[in-house]
């Protein structure tokens, strides 16, 4: 079966009953085989080919196989909404806003905290004469843990705040603070 | 789907099972689509991609129990449906496949050549060839052959 054997291919005869010919190709091949009896019997066995498959139907398919794809759709879309609500723009705004929240609310408690930590910071590396009378001798100060310094130095700044509303000298206080230091 | 898996697999629960697992696969792989490709495209081709796993196991099975249940006659199989089987086993089976998504499946000559990924030529030319092959057999005095053997294996079972 070449194209030899007929006027046109018969390919294209083929082509033209599955309906995959343009459509001015199909009008040039149908008019062909309107007048070609050797092609009009290609048409003629290829229908008979398609008429014989046409007879081997196929039963329905199962109901447990229908319920059991049913339910998979199911499982899947409820998979999938859940997993829309958890990571929808909306839900991610609401997550983005409180943590956003939660740093400004951190950065504000260390500004607000910033001045405690300077007056201490200050008063450990500027020492006042009378803390200076007071204080361990360096080598000693090097075992002071450095939480318990920063204790000493607050400590010592509070009790000079309170000598001067009490109008006590700060030389009864400082020896405690020496002493706990050590 | 389950028409698809019935002609190609004599057992009807095996071809339920199958069908049942392409769903699965093509559920699972639905994320992957990519909307150029037709659905029906898509859809065969994962549909041949579970019947090849499939025929590798059976050939595999097949192996190792020495007995070969490639293809187990349907006992509930009309005798028009065995003839059309038995022409259809003998063509190759490229031509066959092609032959069988074209009349069936419906597919276009485009769509063929996507799903079993050959030129679109070549698709055309093998389906013609398939068509007039199996018109010689169905034709041939074979069909009554044909018949004769498959009844006296159904008397036999």
């Given amino acids: 079966m070449t194209k030899t054997e007929y006027c046109v291919s018969a390919e294209d005869v083929m082509a033209l009953l599955d309906g995959e010919l343009s459509a ?11 007048e070609c009896s050797e092609c009009a019997l290609v048409v003629e066995q290829l229908r008979g080919v398609s008429q014989a498959l046409s007879t081997w139907n ?5 109901m447990a196989v229908d319920e059991f794809v049913e339910e998979q759709v199911e499982k899947l879309h409820s998979r999938r909404s859940m997993m829309r609500v958890r990571f929808s723009p909306r839900n991610l705004f609401a ?33 006042t004469t009378e803390e200076r009378q007071y204080a361990p001798p360096p080598a000693r100060s090097d075992h002071i843990v450095p939480e318990a310094a920063s204790h000493a130095s607050l400590d010592a700044v509070s009790m000079r705040a309170l000598a001067s509303f009490e109008d006590r000298s700060p030389t009864t206080t400082a020896p405690m603070i020496a002493r706990r230091c050590r | 789907m389950f028409g698809f898996f019935r002609r190609r697999v004599a057992d009807r629960a095996q071809a339920e099972e ?8 093509l559920l699972r792989s639905a ?34 129990s020495g007995t070969n249940d490639r293809e187990p006659a349907a006992r509930d199989s009309l005798d028009g449906e065995i003839v059309l089987r038995d022409a259809l086993s003998r063509l190759e089976r490229v031509d066959r496949e092609i032959l069988l998504l074209r009349e069936f499946e419906q597919l276009s000559y485009a769509e063929i050549a996507d799903v079993l990924r050959l030129p679109l030529n070549t698709v055309r030319s093998r389906l013609f060839r398939a068509r007039m092959a199996l018109r010689e057999m169905l034709a041939s005095p074979v069909r009554e052959k044909t018949l004769t053997v498959s009844a006296e294996q159904e008397e036999r079972v």
């Fill in chain 1, 58 to 62: 196929v039963p329905e398919v199962s």
């Fill in chain 1, 24 to 34: 001015a190709d199909a009008r040039t091949i149908s008019a062909h085989v309107e």
């Fill in chain 2, 18 to 25: 199958l069908t049942q697992e392409t769903f699965l696969a």
């Fill in chain 2, 31 to 64: 994320p992957h689509y990519r909307p150029p490709a037709t659905f029906r495209t898509y859809l065969y081709a994962i549909g041949f991609n579970v019947l090849r796993a499939y025929r590798r196991k059976a050939v595999f099975r097949a192996m190792f």
């Fill in chain 1, 95 to 127: 997550v983005g806003g409180s943590v956003a929240g939660a740093l400004v609310m951190f950065l504000l408690a260390a500004v607000l905290a910033r001045p405690h930590g300077q007056l201490a910071r200050m008063s450990v590396t500027a020492p």
